[in-house]
């Protein structure tokens, strides 16, 4: 087990069927299909997303979609691992798919016009990614004159522009989880951000309109986005109410059939699995502020005689997959704390490699060495 990025590499793969994973490459495709036409600005540098997903018996369930999704260099690491033909041309596929967002959405396609570049988050030396930041700024900086990782505090607005010390700041990767700059210590970053002098992102435009988990009501009045009409399998959204549709009585009667989550909440802060909610803790929630999701049990893996819950992040540019691994795990909700936990490569059919299991999941094609011949 290997931590180069701040979350813990496991090397034992997860396995992902052939069919679940062409049903969730599909499917994301028509969720951003959707998502553009309810809201245009979600094509407003929404930068890399993550689209989290449990696998069940009936087909997975879309559960979550974020803008600002932590650890895509550890699920490029973790794909490495469990790459059994390619792995150095994979991991450079990879790479390229990053760059080539980056390019788009922040840097520009010319080097010499990119000016100053900064990786920002709040608390800066406290963030368990912070290596992660380190490394792409790394990646990034042939594509730029200056990368700097900074605090959200070094920060400053001057003579009309956003500053770090006396430097101008050209363009922003925003890491922090205030996703509508709507805390007063990022007035600064805010200003330059309106006043067009700074590029930031990903944007609180795109943030609104993909990531606010608000949007899962919507979209899942239309639950189903792929089914595969020979297994009945289908991949679906996550049913999605607001907390104020019920009284407490009533939610609290069902209770194990939902998970209750904050509309703007992150990293499975503030959730509960309504399993093992009390009533008075239920209760206390502001169901004006709170949601309910319909509970997808994470599937389980067995490591060594010991159970393991999991789910998979898939990594897009917009509704391109160009990542995946698995988030395994003890516990009610997601977390990465306890010793054995980390991101998992999966392991997709008799696919060699994660790129390969895409292609072929992408392009209909019947094996990866149709369309891949990486020696």
Same mark, same amino acid.
């Given at each position: 087990?290997?931590?180069?990025?701040?979350?813990?590499?496991?090397?034992?793969?997860?396995?992902? %069927?052939? &069919?679940? @994973? +062409?049903?969730?490459? =599909?499917? *994301?495709?028509?969720?951003?299909? /959707?998502?553009?036409?309810?809201?245009?600005?979600?094509?407003?540098?929404?930068?890399?997303?993550?689209?989290?997903?449990?696998?069940?018996?009936?087909?997975?369930?879309?559960?979550?979609?974020?803008?600002?999704?932590?650890?895509?260099?550890?699920?490029?690491?973790?794909?490495?691992?469990?790459?059994?033909?390619?792995?150095?041309?994979?991991?450079?596929?990879?790479?390229?798919?990053?760059?080539?967002?980056?390019?788009?959405?922040?840097?520009?396609?010319?080097?010499?016009?990119?000016?100053?570049?900064?990786?920002?988050?709040?608390?800066?030396?406290?963030?368990?990614?912070?290596?992660?930041?380190?490394?792409?700024?790394?990646?990034?900086?042939?594509?730029?004159?200056?990368?700097?990782?900074?605090?959200?505090?070094?920060?400053?607005? %001057?003579? &009309?522009? @956003? +500053?770090?010390?006396? =430097?101008? *700041?050209?363009?922003?990767?925003? /890491?922090?989880?205030?996703?509508?700059?709507?805390?007063?210590?990022?007035?600064?970053?805010?200003?330059?951000?309106?006043?067009?002098?700074?590029?930031?992102?990903?944007?609180?435009?795109?943030?609104?309109?993909?990531?606010?988990?608000?949007?899962?009501?919507?979209?899942?009045?239309?639950?189903?986005?792929?089914?595969?009409?020979?297994?009945?399998?289908?991949?679906?959204?996550?049913?999605?109410?607001?907390?104020?549709?019920?009284?407490?009585?009533?939610?609290?009667?069902?209770?194990?059939?939902?998970?209750?989550?904050?509309?703007?909440?992150?990293?499975?802060?503030?959730?509960?699995?309504?399993?093992?909610?009390?009533?008075?803790?239920?209760?206390?929630?502001?169901?004006?502020?709170?949601?309910?999701?319909?509970?997808?049990?994470?599937?389980?893996?067995?490591?060594?005689?010991?159970?393991?819950?999991?789910?998979?992040?898939?990594?897009?540019?917009?509704?391109?997959?160009?990542?995946?691994?698995?988030?395994?795990?003890?516990?009610?909700?997601?977390?990465?704390?306890?010793?054995?936990?980390?991101?998992?490569?999966?392991?997709?059919?008799?696919?060699?490699?994660?790129?390969?299991?895409?292609?072929?999941?992408?392009?209909?094609?019947?094996?990866?060495?149709?369309?891949?011949?990486?020696?």
């Amino acid at each position: 087990m290997s931590n180069s990025f701040g979350l813990p590499v496991l090397d034992q793969p997860v396995p992902v %069927s052939p &069919g679940a @994973l +062409r049903l969730v490459t =599909t499917g *994301i495709e028509t969720l951003w299909a /959707r998502i553009l036409a309810m809201n245009p600005q979600a094509d407003s540098r929404p930068m890399l997303l993550s689209y989290d997903v449990h696998p069940t018996s009936e087909g997975p369930v879309l559960i979550e979609v974020n803008t600002n999704a932590g650890g895509v260099l550890t699920a490029m690491q973790a794909a490495r691992e469990g790459n059994e033909c390619c792995a150095d041309w994979e991991h450079g596929q990879l790479e390229k798919r990053l760059l080539t967002l980056f390019r788009h959405d922040l840097l520009g396609a010319d080097p010499h016009s990119t000016g100053v570049v900064a990786i920002v988050d709040d608390q800066l030396m406290s963030q368990a990614l912070l290596a992660e930041m380190h490394a792409l700024a790394d990646l990034i900086r042939p594509d730029a004159m200056d990368v700097r990782v900074l605090d959200a505090a070094e920060l400053t607005y %001057s003579e &009309g522009r @956003l +500053r770090h010390q006396n =430097t101008p *700041i050209d363009r922003v990767y925003w /890491r922090s989880t205030d996703f509508l700059l709507a805390e007063p210590a990022h007035e600064s970053i805010l200003r330059a951000v309106s006043e067009g002098t700074t590029i930031l992102a990903p944007s609180p435009a795109a943030y609104t309109a993909i990531a606010d988990k608000r949007r899962f009501i919507e979209w899942s009045s239309q639950p189903e986005l792929a089914r595969d009409e020979t297994s009945g399998l289908s991949f679906r959204i996550a049913e999605t109410l607001p907390m104020d549709e019920r009284t407490t009585e009533e939610w609290y009667a069902d209770r194990s059939q939902w998970v209750f989550k904050p509309a703007s909440g992150y990293a499975s802060r503030g959730v509960y699995v309504g399993k093992s909610i009390s009533r008075k803790k239920l209760a206390e929630l502001p169901a004006d502020a709170y949601l309910a999701q319909r509970y997808a049990a994470h599937p389980l893996i067995d490591r060594d005689g010991r159970e393991w819950k999991y789910d998979v992040r898939f990594f897009a540019n917009r509704g391109k997959i160009i990542g995946a691994a698995a988030r395994v795990f003890h516990g009610q909700v997601v977390g990465m704390r306890e010793p054995g936990s980390g991101f998992a490569p999966i392991r997709v059919g008799a696919a060699c490699c994660l790129i390969g299991a895409l292609a072929v999941a992408q392009s209909k094609l019947s094996s990866c060495s149709q369309r891949l011949n990486p020696k």
